[in-house]
């Protein structure tokens, strides 16, 4: 899955939540479930999320839905393993981007 997200220093639940077609309520969920993630919140309370929280609800995204993890497992493998898998999703992204870029081209000819 290609995330689209503009660069910005905070991100708030709402555009995450649709960034990652998913409910804001998940995103809460996960918040509560990995210690990965730790959104800074204002004097209202509103989550704000920053790239490095994406970059984990990304990794977290792929491993639970994509891959299948369950919750333990997904956490379990991240505490293990994470930088392996960090360094290959970081990989994988950058070689789908890649690909998106090279069928705009094509579709252009």
Request: charged residues 35%.
């Amino acid at each position: 899955m290609h995330i689209e997200l503009p660069e910005k220093r905070y991100y708030g639940i709402g555009e995450v939540a649709k960034a990652f077609g998913v409910n804001t309520s998940l995103i809460r969920f996960w918040e509560k479930e990995f210690d990965a993630l730790k959104p800074k919140k204002n004097a209202k309370g509103n989550r704000k999320f920053t790239p490095e929280d994406i970059k984990n609800l990304k990794l977290i995204y792929h491993l639970v839905k994509e891959r299948g993890f369950t919750l333990e497992g997904a956490k379990t493998h991240l505490k293990e393993e994470k930088q392996k898998t960090l360094n290959n999703f970081e990989i994988i992204s950058k070689l789908e981007d890649i690909k998106s870029t090279l069928m705009k081209i094509k579709d252009q000819m």
